[in-house]
Antibody
């Protein structure tokens, strides 16, 4: 059974960098598919952040591209997200997920709330 | 890249059918047959229920069906059940390896 688990600080100060990791079990990241980050501000809808392929290629939401870095560590079977220069607008539940074809996410983590506040 | 447009709410009585729309442009919904739908219950992660406009993943009841006409995709839930009450989100491939989500629709079973 494929499982994903997000981890990272729940509170980040404005202008600092948000860092999250998604640990994958039950499937080897390097075997295929792609791996994505999606966020959901409290009470609002979903926003796609970006994907990383097992090849290492990354694709990000153009509205966030300048602040987002997604990387993969195949030795630990995990992938990570960094968002720089955060503001209150980056407060959200952050989900990691496994993707296939063009835009289908079939396995999701439980989500982790990140609050941006001083 | 803009969010896809969904009605904020929809409702129906048990046993009835309800359809939720998802409107985009020729650059996303209208340009590709890669529209997905997700169901999200409160406090839970989204669940994929429709992919490639009309296909259902294994385990998803056939009460859920998808379609598309031009720049608008639709999700129909037939034979409404209490457990169908949830938020529903559409997503579409938007070219250049990017993805757009809709704003979400809250489905209430009366």
């Amino acid at each position: 059974q494929v499982q994903l688990q997000e981890s990272g600080p729940g509170l980040v100060k404005p202008s600092e960098t948000l860092s999250l990791t998604c640990a994958v079990s039950g499937y080897s990241i390097s075997s295929g598919y792609y791996w994505g980050w999606i966020r959901q501000p409290p009470g609002k809808g979903l926003e796609w952040i970006g994907n990383i392929y097992h090849s290492g290629n990354t694709y990000c939401n153009p509205s966030l591209k300048s602040r987002v870095t997604i990387s993969v560590d195949t030795s630990k079977n995990q992938f990570s997200l960094k968002v720089t220069s955060v503001t209150a607008a980056d407060t959200a539940v952050y989900y990691c997920a496994r993707g296939w074809l063009l835009g289908n996410f079939d396995y999701w983590g439980q989500g982790t709330l990140v609050t941006v506040s001083s | 890249q803009s969010a896809l447009t969904q009605p904020p709410s929809a409702s129906g009585s048990p046993g009835q059918s309800v359809t939720i729309s998802c409107t985009g442009t020729s650059s996303d919904v209208g340009g590709y047959n890669y529209v997905s739908w997700y169901q999200q219950h409160p406090g839970k992660a989204p669940k994929l229920i429709i992919y490639e406009v009309t296909k259902r993943p294994s385990g998803v009841p056939d009460r859920f069906s998808g379609s598309k006409s031009g720049n608008t995709a639709s999700l129909t839930v037939s034979g409404l059940q209490a457990e169908d009450e949830a938020d529903y989100y559409c997503s579409s491939y938007a070219g250049s390896n990017t993805l757009s989500f809709g704003g979400g629709t809250k489905l209430t079973v009366l």
